[in-house]
């Protein structure tokens, strides 16, 4: 229900009580793991030209005549594999990210989540906070590293919605906080933790990174830099001796020259160079997905020990534990400071 005083009469337009909104985001994910639902989020996504930046009259044919037939049925058997009870673990741990910012945050500030692509939708959730009387919204897309394909895209899904106001809220929009000192050590403290934790002392870490192809960065994307700097400022954080520690970029799609090394190559060469115990972590994810949890932890591990390789782990990401949630609240309390 809208937020509505007595003395207005019943068909006055909405009055908003000016309170405060922060939509989280995240990328989205498919609703179950079936090729149809799959198939769905897979149209969506690989529709947005952020994403995918080749001309619609080259790449819908493609899309639509290949990809959307092949791949659905692959990718919802490894989402098959990762899914929980609560559903997708994308999904779930958003959730759970978004209703540990509203405690942290108390009740003067309302914490609602959406998703880039599928549900629940940024037009929705920016709707549901301008229901409940917000008139100030902080849009927070949990990407550490900026890039167009994932940042600037939910600006635009964000304008999409606006663009149909008459009286839009006043918006705000986390930055990139790829190097923000609370970050790298929220990951610093969180992944030696999880490093103390293992039952063998790995000779290698991998940080990997999402990718992305190789002509962003040409055309000026800072997303490559971003990752670069993260495991730069990490890796003097983390001060680890025992460990040398190796940037990567995982989940290439496509034809195209990607960022490179390439995590599945270099899990296999380290393994075929001799390294017996390797981990992997990747900090520019901020909740475990499909990406870290399959293609990471179960067939990053099997490429490993099948090159030669004999212990491997995935570490976990920041997700909705105690390091990572401070350190939400202290990126978004400095966004909202200005407001309050
Ligand atoms: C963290 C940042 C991400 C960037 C940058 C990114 C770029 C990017 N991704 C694709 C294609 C796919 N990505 C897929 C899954 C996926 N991607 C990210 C994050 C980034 N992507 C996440 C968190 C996930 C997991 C989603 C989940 O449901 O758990 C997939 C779908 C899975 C599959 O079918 O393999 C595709 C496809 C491109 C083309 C791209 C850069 C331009
Ligand atoms: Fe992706
Ligand atoms: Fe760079």
């Known amino acids: 229900m809208t937020w509505q005083p007595q003395s207005l009469p019943a068909d006055h337009p909405p009055v908003r009580s000016g309170r405060i909104g922060v939509l989280v985001v995240n990328l989205g994910t498919p609703d179950a793991p079936d090729p149809a639902s799959v198939k769905r989020y897979l149209g969506e996504f690989l529709s947005d030209r952020r994403v995918v930046e080749i001309p619609a009259l080259l790449w819908q044919p493609i899309l639509r005549g290949i990809i959307l037939n092949t791949r659905p049925k692959k990718s919802a058997e490894a989402y098959g594999q990762v899914w929980t009870e609560e559903g997708s673990p994308l999904a779930a741990i958003t959730k759970a990210q978004a209703a ?77 906080y790829h190097d923000d000192p609370a970050y790298i050590d929220a990951l610093a403290a969180d992944l030696s933790a999880q490093l103390d934790r293992l039952d063998f002392a790995p000779e290698v870490m991998l940080l990997s990174f999402h990718g992305m192809p190789q002509r962003t ?118 966004e909202l400071a200005g407001w309050l």
Request: net charge neutral.
């Open 100 to 176: 540990g910012l509203q405690d942290r945050l108390g009740a003067g500030v309302i914490v609602r989540y959406a998703m880039r692509y599928g549900r629940p939708s940024i037009g929705d959730e920016l709707q549901a906070l301008m229901d409940a009387g917000c008139d100030r919204i902080l849009l927070a897309p949990l990407y550490p590293q900026y890039s167009g394909a994932t940042t600037a895209t939910v600006v635009d899904k964000a304008a999409d919605k606006l663009r149909t106001m008459r009286w839009q809220p006043a918006l705000r929009t986390l930055p990139p």
């Open 217 to 334: 960065l040409e055309l000026g994307d800072p997303y490559h830099c971003h990752c670069r700097k993260t495991a730069r400022l990490l890796e003097a954080a983390l001060d680890r001796r025992d460990l040398r520690i190796v940037t990567t970029f995982q989940s290439r799609f496509g034809r195209a020259k990607w960022l490179e090394p390439a995590t599945d190559v270099v899990i296999e060469e380290e393994a075929r160079a001799g390294t017996k115990r390797l981990v992997v972590a990747a900090p520019g994810f901020s909740a475990d997905c499909l990406e870290t949890l399959e293609e990471l932890a179960i067939r990053g591990r099997e490429q490993f020990l099948e090159a030669g390789g004999a212990q491997f782990a995935a570490l976990s990401c920041l997700n909705a534990g105690d390091a990572g949630m401070a350190m939400l609240e202290t990126i978004v309390r400095r």
